[in-house]
């Protein structure tokens, strides 16, 4: 069983590569003539230069980070860890939190060297990077800090719960299913109120004509917006994007300083009517519920590593071990991951396709065509990607098909909704 672990790593590891360059091979092909556009000679160049840039980056990262894992695995890192961390507290959840806790700064400090590389060379060369080394050397800490708080509360929670039904599996995984499905609902709850917070500035947009017409459409489909924010995204990249937040009729809105600089206002508005589609076709509550779902799977998962000791101790433990059974967690999550993603990607650009049609119904076609395409121009994203890298991976249609669809809609006049 042991070596199917790590030979599940180094087959996972492989897939990934070879459906990478793969993509990467496709996407130097010819652009579909609808998004010709898109890209003059100059920046079509530049986008292939960072297309190059970041694959060879993020090869070196996976290659690195799975060497690291099949090391540990192999010879016995993890059996050392709950040695020592055993060694420093006696309650079995403060040695899952030691334990996890030793694991996450270990992998935190050897990501750090690459995703600084990534934004103050890759990102810097190319004209994305707005960071200093400060806000860079902050975020990482309050990430840090964030993932042992929320991270470890959850972790200790979960392990609480593992405990309680120690010879009743099947209350543990109904208990951690339910208690994961209620922390999700918060979390997505708070998320702009103190989540986006601890790392980002948020400032009222002024009361002017653009707030009063996202607010005029807002209740044109029956919504109202309680709070307009403008976010210093700025402050680290040049890249535009926005967001509504909340569930039911009552929604803030969340603007990129860089979104309200680049795009004109009627782009603004379609690029809201967008989020205002998901937020009237429902996706978002559904969205939620599918993650519910896979949540109990994942608890499941977790139970049945935990009823195997013998295979924790496979790999050096005593014993079975719930921080290391999180770590298998992880490593097993990633072929199901792969494999589930496939029906729900396909759901999810489905419904970005409603969400685009709606918004050229809502704010017009037009503009929305114009945000889309400046959206590609800003971010410099890749107009012709392989089709089974969007199958796997692409939870957005690419660019040009979105375009696509909205021109086949034929005309639609601004105004005219479902």
Avoid: C
């Amino acid at each position: 069983m042991n070596i199917l672990l790590i030979a599940l790593v180094a087959v996972m590891y492989a897939l990934d590569l070879a459906i990478t360059l793969v993509n990467h091979r496709h996407s130097k092909g010819p652009i579909p003539a609808h998004a010709r556009d898109i890209y003059d000679a100059e920046k079509y160049a530049k986008w292939l230069d960072y297309s190059l840039a970041t694959l060879r980056h993020g090869v070196v990262v996976k290659t690195v980070m799975t060497a690291l894992l099949l090391a540990f695995l192999a010879f016995g890192f993890f059996g050392w860890l709950e040695t020592i961390t055993n060694a420093w507290v006696a309650h079995p959840i403060l040695q899952t939190l030691a334990f996890l806790g030793v694991f996450s700064l270990l992998s935190a400090l050897l990501n750090l060297p690459f995703d600084y590389y990534a934004t103050f060379v890759i990102e810097e060369k190319f004209g994305f990077n707005k960071s200093t080394r400060k806000t860079f050397f902050l975020d990482a800490l309050k990430g840090l800090l964030l993932t042992f708080v929320l991270g470890g509360g959850i972790i200790a929670l979960l392990n609480w719960l593992y405990l309680t039904f120690l010879d009743r599996l099947w209350l543990f995984i109904l208990s951690a299913w339910l208690a994961l499905a209620v922390i999700m609902v918060v979390v997505f709850v708070l998320n702009t109120k103190v989540f986006v917070k601890i790392f980002n500035k948020l400032t009222p947009l002024p009361d002017d004509e653009l707030k009063q017409k996202i607010e005029a459409m807002a209740a044109r489909v029956g919504f109202n917006v309680k709070a307009i924010s403008v976010m210093d995204a700025s402050k680290r990249s040049t890249k535009l994007n926005a967001f509504f937040s909340g569930l039911g009729k009552t929604r803030e809105v969340v603007l990129f300083d860089t979104l309200v600089e680049k795009l004109k206002q009627e782009e603004v508005l379609s690029v809201l009517a967008h989020e205002l589609g998901h937020a009237v076709h429902k996706d978002v509550p559904r969205l939620l519920g599918v993650q519910i779902l896979a949540f109990g799977l994942y608890a499941a998962l977790v139970g049945l590593l935990l009823q195997s000791p013998e295979l924790a101790q496979g790999f050096g433990l005593s014993g079975a071990h719930f921080g290391f059974s999180i770590v298998l967690f992880s490593i097993l999550i990633e072929p199901i991951s792969l494999l589930l993603g496939i029906p729900m990607n396909f759901v999810s650009r489905k419904a970005e396709y409603a969400a685009d049609a709606f918004a050229a119904r809502l704010a017009g076609a037009e503009p929305t065509l114009s945000a889309l395409r400046t959206l590609a121009q800003e971010n410099l994203a890749n107009l012709n990607p392989h089709p089974l890298y969007i199958l796997i991976h692409y939870s957005h249609p690419p660019i040009p098909e979105r375009l696509r669809a909205i021109r086949l809609s034929g005309p639609i006049k601004a105004g005219k909704i479902l």
